[in-house]
């Protein structure tokens, strides 16, 4: 059974950072992508960053030059450094595993970003 579990969400002010991190268990075989993708309260969820197997990267406009994503595929880790924190970071963020055709959510981690 395919288990993802997020750590790292919190509180922090603005011009901050923290550090997000998600580790799937279960998975045997190559994972193709690991990403990110937050939700804020009356919103769309939304990609924040993701990245393939290869270290392709993707990331959202309003986060470019902000965070960071890194993986590691022996571990099966993915982290988000968020620096430079902004009030509009806010949201629910959740881990992403893609795996061929199959998806992976985690249970999301509470971000939130005070003045």
């Known amino acids: 059974q395919v288990q993802l579990a997020e750590s790292g969400g919190g509180l922090v002010q603005a011009g901050g950072s923290l550090r997000l991190s998600c580790a799937a268990s279960?998975?045997?075989?190559?994972?193709?992508?690991m990403g990110w993708y937050r939700q804020a309260p009356g919103k769309q969820r939304e990609l924040v960053a993701d990245?393939?197997?290869?270290?392709?990267?993707t990331y959202a406009d309003p986060v470019k030059g902000r965070f960071t994503i890194s993986r590691d595929n022996a571990k099966n880790t993915v982290s988000l450094q968020m620096n430079s924190l902004k009030l509009e970071d806010t949201a629910v963020y959740y881990c992403?595993?893609?795996?061929?055709?199959?998806?992976?959510w985690g249970q999301g981690t509470q971000v939130t970003v005070s003045s």
């Open positions: 992403r595993v893609v795996r061929g055709r199959y998806n992976y």
């Open positions: 279960g998975i045997s075989s190559v994972i193709n992508v």
């Open positions: 990245m393939s197997n290869i270290g392709t990267t």
